[in-house]
């Protein structure tokens, strides 16, 4: 499966932004996807992630509350609706598919198999 992440861009303190990740491929359904975003000079760490039907959803403790994943099987696309952004969520952000673990929501960097490229948000003070 093929990863295209949109959505990111430069905004202020407490606004929103909605992330995709749209697939290419005809098995979509048999992936988990799972969001991850790399800061400069840290490593790339686990944001959020959903199983295949959407009935499994897990988030990092930074965001919870805050992030809502969700996903759109029959436009083979995953978004998440980041609500109340912070100057710390300024990132890469990069979206990921697990077909091994489709029926629920890795974290684990090394469970994804498929990476798309990153989109950047830019969360201003």
């Known amino acids: 499966v093929q990863l295209q992440a949109s959505g990111g861009g430069l905004v202020q303190t407490g606004d929103s932004l909605r992330l995709s990740c749209a697939a290419s491929?005809?098995?979509?359904?048999?992936?988990?996807v799972g969001w991850f975003r790399q800061a400069p000079g840290k490593e790339r760490e686990f944001v959020s992630a959903i199983s295949w039907s959407g009935g499994v959803t897990h988030y990092a403790d930074s965001v919870k509350g805050r992030f809502t994943i969700s996903r759109d099987n029959a436009k083979k696309t995953v978004y998440l609706q980041m609500n109340n952004l912070k100057p710390e969520d300024t990132a890469v952000y990069y979206c990921?598919?697990?077909?091994?673990?489709?029926?629920?929501?890795?974290?684990?960097?090394?469970?994804?198999?498929?990476w798309g490229q990153g989109t950047q948000v830019t969360v201003s003070s």
């Open positions: 491929g005809r098995t979509f359904t048999s992936y988990a």
């Open positions: 990921a598919a697990d077909s091994t673990r489709w029926y629920r929501a890795p974290s684990d960097l090394g469970d994804f198999g498929s």
